[in-house]
């Protein structure tokens, strides 16, 4: 997997009468992708989170939403653990811009990375169940998965392609995330 961020992809939207182009991101990217994230989350957390990952032995999967040549948007997929085993990516930080938000680019953002994604046998993502319901997210229950975080079981979602079965399993992100609660 370790392919995922050298991955060319380039996609052209129309948003709004906006024309977004989605891609990878690009080494050239990095300082445009620190500001999206902290602004959009109004501090530095996932900011700092996403250049963890990338300095870390995780895969991980990038994208950015450009509009005028300027970044307005960005995901991210790292790898997460079941059993300190790789078992499949976790979605987040998924970041837009403020001035951005609520026009659709997220959705469009989320779309098209789960959609160069859908090899992948197991995804998750933590977070607004209503949101993320619909890009086929379920709750992970339904896959005998559970978070390591302590949140009320319907914001802990996956979305498996795969026969896979787990039974009661604990699904863990990098070590980096863990910075997230400090
Ligand atoms: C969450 C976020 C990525 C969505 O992107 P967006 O381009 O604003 O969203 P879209 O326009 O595609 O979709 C709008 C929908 O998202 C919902 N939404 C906006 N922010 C949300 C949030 N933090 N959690 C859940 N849902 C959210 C809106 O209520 C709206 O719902 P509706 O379609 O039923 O009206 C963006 O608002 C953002 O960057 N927020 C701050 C950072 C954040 O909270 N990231 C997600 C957690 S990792």
């Not at 949140?151 to 787990?166: D, H, R």
Request: aromatic share 12%.
């Amino acid at each position: 997997m370790r392919a995922l961020k050298d991955r060319n992809v380039n996609v052209i939207y129309s948003v709004k009468s906006m024309n977004i182009i989605l891609r990878a991101e690009k080494e050239i990217d990095k300082d445009e992708i620190f500001k999206v994230n902290q602004l959009a989350f109004n501090r530095n957390a996932e900011a700092n989170l996403v250049n963890l990952i990338r300095d870390s032995d995780a895969e991980y999967f990038s994208c950015v939403a450009l509009f005028r040549d300027k970044i307005i948007a960005h995901i991210m997929y790292s790898t997460v653990y079941i059993d300190n085993v790789p078992a499949g990516l976790g979605l987040a930080p998924v970041a837009v811009l403020p001035e951005y938000q609520n026009r659709g680019i997220g959705t469009k953002l989320i779309k098209f990375t789960l959609n160069e994604l859908k090899k992948c046998n197991l995804i998750v993502v933590l977070g607004d169940d209503k949101f993320y319901s619909r890009f086929g997210f379920k709750p992970a229950s339904n896959f005998g998965l559970k978070s390591t975080y302590d949140v009320p079981e319907q914001y802990f979602m996956a979305i498996s392609s795969g026969n896979s079965k787990w039974q009661n399993k604990i699904v863990n992100y990098h070590p980096v995330f863990k910075t997230l609660d400090e």
